[in-house]
T-cell receptor, first 113, second 113 residues
Framework: GENVEQHPSTLSVQEGDSAVIKCTYSDSASNYFPWYKQELGKRPQLIIDIRSNVGEKKDQRIAVTLNKTAKHFSLHITETQPEDSAVYFCAASFTGGGNKLTFGTGTQLKVEL | EAGVAQSPRYKIIEKRQSVAFWCNPI?????LYWYQQILGQGPKLLIQFQNNGVVDDSQLPKDRFSAERLKGVDSTLKIQPAKLEDSAVYLCASSPGQGGEQYFGPGTRLTVT
């Protein structure tokens, strides 16, 4: 089955700096890669996703890049703000096989003033 | 549109007792997922329904966990008997189809003592 590794487990940045979180996956059939933000005690919320036919996707301050050959994808947050502080999860799935999401272990991002 | 609803939000039981969780997906969403999220980890899929049929239950501990989605709308997840290691947040998610974004409910936090 799919295995997703995520690094780093914790990340502390100064407000205004950029943050990068990296994930690798094992199943070359995976073709859908969402990123979820989870604040303490809240539900995971999708912030951006990318499909395997695209190498990069951007939405305002967040962007995701995908390298299918190396089987890794990354989340980039620019101009970080205190409200970006949360746990971020990457995930991977094969949409032709039911879209079962396999999640990474999460990154605790802390944006300091 | 209304989001995914779950109840109860919190539940405390003793080991060997039974417990049931309820989920009402977003109206019209054919696919429903139950995830288990242990503290400090990413969500792990327990079972996936497409309408009222099971698509994937490979990670469901079937000796103690059961789930149903009668009529292809609401779903219940049951644990009987509970073990200490079942302490976790149980998240329900739904999506319009098998390849679309998954929307998560608020979760049920289960504590087994």
């Amino acid at each position: 089955g799919e295995n997703v590794e995520q690094h780093p487990s914790t990340l502390s940045v100064q407000e205004g700096d950029s943050a990068v979180i990296k994930c690798t996956y094992s199943d070359s059939a995976s073709n859908y890669f969402p990123w979820y933000k989870q604040e303490l005690g809240k539900r995971p919320q999708l912030i951006i996703d990318i499909r395997s036919n695209v190498g990069e996707k951007k939405d305002q301050r967040i962007a995701v890049t995908l390298n299918k050959t190396a089987k890794h994808f990354s989340l980039h947050i620019t101009e970080t703000q205190p409200e970006d502080s949360a746990v971020y999860f990457c995930a991977a799935s094969f949409t032709g096989g039911g879209n079962k999401l396999t999640f990474g272990t999460g990154t605790q991002l802390k944006v300091e003033l | 549109e209304a989001g995914v609803a779950q109840s109860p939000r919190y539940k405390i039981i003793e080991k060997r007792q039974s417990v049931a969780f309820w989920c009402n997906p977003i109206s019209g969403h054919a696919t429903l997922y139950w995830y288990q999220q242990i503290l400090g980890q990413g969500p792990k899929l327990l079972i996936q329904f497409q309408n009222n049929g099971v698509v994937d239950d490979s990670q469901l501990p079937k000796d103690r966990f059961s789930a149903e989605r009668l009529k292809g709308v609401d779903s219940t997840l049951k644990i009987q008997p509970a073990k200490l290691e079942d302490s976790a947040v149980y998240l329900c998610a739904s999506s319009p189809g098998q390849g679309g974004e998954q929307y998560f409910g608020p979760g049920t936090r289960l504590t087994v003592t």
